[in-house]
């Protein structure tokens, strides 16, 4: 069974950078979609980011220009580039399919920005 394993996070000042690193042990983002999701405690999960098998790519208006989202197919990988890091970006940080598949979901790599 394919899993998938998130890594990357990190403590950061606000304005900071860090890049998140989805791992698949099998071949399933090129050929479906794939995404970024994030959870703040006390908040509902949200889809942050998403790169379709063709390359097309949305993002939520509020990491709009910081977030960068992208797909390396020989490594079975999905990564997303945040810049300039804001305290409200704090959450736990998961990757999945769109929409997700419950077991495809990790335990997610935690994502903390000081202000």
């Known amino acids: 069974q394919v899993q998938l394993v998130e890594s990357g996070g990190g403590l950061v000042q606000s304005g900071g950078s860090l890049r998140l690193s989805c791992a698949a042990s099998?071949?399933?983002?090129?050929?479906?979609?794939s995404g970024w999701y994030r959870q703040a405690p006390g908040k509902t999960r949200e889809l942050v980011a998403s790169?379709?098998?063709?390359?097309?790519?949305n993002y939520i208006d509020s990491v709009k220009g910081r977030f960068t989202i992208s797909r390396d197919d020989a490594k079975n990988t999905v990564y997303l580039q945040m810049n300039s890091l804001k305290p409200e970006d704090t959450a736990v940080y998961y990757c999945?399919?769109?929409?997700?598949?419950?077991?495809?979901w990790g335990q997610g790599t935690q994502v903390t920005v000081s202000s």
């Open positions: 999945n399919l769109v929409p997700g598949l419950s077991w495809y």
């Open positions: 099998g071949n399933i983002f090129r050929v479906n979609t």
């Open positions: 790169i379709t098998s063709t390359g097309r790519i």
